[in-house]
């Protein structure tokens, strides 16, 4: 099957470092792909690049078999970056809106929906992550974890068919890190194609198909989870999983 996103032999240079080293990442569709990392290592980086918020120095990205080339990534840039769901660490939401406002919003301005469409549209999102309820809150009177899932039906709204989450519970406390985990859980179930960066490495271990641990703007380690968790190790990997977790 094609892959939801692969690159190859990215390179991304800030200043004279190299951030990402010539990164070749296959990420399956239907499948959650984890990609772990010390802090610095380029996750962020290279998860930016792949929703085109970032445009690398060398190197290609496909999405569903589609050649993203840096000379055609400016011309084409509406079309295929509103296929790309991204939720962030921070959460990203309109603080004047409401709930419902901030996921309407995405709609009629990306979608230019009118506004009654976009608002049921928003709210059978909402629905879905479990916040029909608390639809006409604002986002301070909403805890992180509810505030953080608002984003995701906000990304969900626009059907992307990839998602990409940064870190989406490193914010939170972590009694509030199982709902997201649980709503993204559920996503991964119903065959969306994700790339997630995580330190929940429980969440990695059950969810993912595909993991890669990114050091220094390289992937030194990939393969299944189980693969990439059997010993023994890679010392880098056993370094940073003592770490972190
Ligand atoms: P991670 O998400 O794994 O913590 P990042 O991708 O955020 O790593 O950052 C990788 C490296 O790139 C870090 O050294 C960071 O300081 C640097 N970096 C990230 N963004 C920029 C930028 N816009 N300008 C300069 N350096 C950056
Ligand atoms: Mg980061």
């Given at each position: 099957?094609?892959?939801?996103?692969?690159?190859?032999?990215?390179?991304?240079?800030?200043?004279?470092?190299?951030?990402?080293?010539?990164?070749?990442?296959?990420?399956?569709?239907?499948?959650?792909?984890?990609?772990?990392?010390?802090?610095?290592?380029?996750?962020?980086?290279?998860?930016?690049?792949?929703?085109?918020?970032?445009?690398?120095?060398?190197?290609?990205?496909?999405?569903?078999?589609?050649?993203?080339?840096?000379?055609?990534?400016?011309?084409?840039?509406?079309?295929?970056?509103?296929?790309?769901?991204?939720?962030?660490?921070?959460?990203?939401?309109?603080?004047?809106?409401?709930?419902?406002?901030?996921?309407?919003?995405?709609?009629?301005?990306?979608?230019?929906?009118?506004?009654?469409?976009?608002?049921?549209?928003?709210?059978?999102?909402?629905?879905?992550?479990?916040?029909?309820?608390?639809?006409?809150?604002?986002?301070?009177?909403?805890?992180?974890?509810?505030?953080?899932?608002?984003?995701?039906?906000?990304?969900?709204?626009?059907?992307?068919?990839?998602?990409?989450?940064?870190?989406?519970?490193?914010?939170?406390?972590?009694?509030?890190?199982?709902?997201?985990?649980?709503?993204?859980?559920?996503?991964?179930?119903?065959?969306?194609?994700?790339?997630?960066?995580?330190?929940?490495?429980?969440?990695?271990?059950?969810?993912?198909?595909?993991?890669?641990f990114?050091d220094?703007?390289?992937?030194v380690v990939?393969?299944?989870?189980?693969?990439?968790?059997?010993?023994p190790r890679h010392p880098r990997l056993t370094q940073f999983l003592e770490?972190?977790?």
């Amino acid at each position: 099957m094609t892959p939801a996103i692969e690159v190859s032999g990215l390179v991304k240079i800030f200043g004279d470092v190299p951030v990402l080293d010539g990164v070749n990442l296959s990420a399956p569709a239907h499948q959650v792909t984890c990609l772990i990392g010390p802090s610095g290592s380029g996750k962020s980086t290279l998860l930016r690049c792949m929703a085109m918020l970032e445009r690398q120095d060398a190197g290609s990205i496909q999405i569903d078999g589609q050649p993203l080339s840096i000379a055609g990534q400016h011309a084409r840039k509406g079309d295929l970056r509103s296929r790309i769901g991204m939720v962030f660490q921070q959460f990203n939401l309109w603080p004047h809106m409401t709930a419902l406002g901030n996921v309407a919003e995405a709609l009629r301005t990306v979608r230019r929906q009118p506004r009654r469409k976009a608002e049921d549209r928003a709210m059978a999102e909402l629905e879905k992550v479990g916040l029909a309820e608390r639809a006409h809150l604002y986002p301070r009177q909403l805890s992180g974890g509810q505030q953080q899932r608002v984003a995701i039906a906000r990304a969900l709204a626009l059907d992307p068919q990839l998602m990409l989450f940064d870190e989406p519970t490193s914010a939170l406390d972590p009694e509030l890190t199982g709902e997201v985990l649980n709503v993204m859980r559920r996503l991964a179930t119903s065959g969306m194609s994700m790339v997630v960066v995580s330190h929940e490495i429980g969440f990695v271990a059950s969810v993912a198909g595909h993991v890669a641990f990114l050091d220094r703007g390289k992937i030194v380690v990939s393969g299944s989870p189980e693969e990439v968790f059997a010993k023994p190790r890679h010392p880098r990997l056993t370094q940073f999983l003592e770490t972190y977790i």
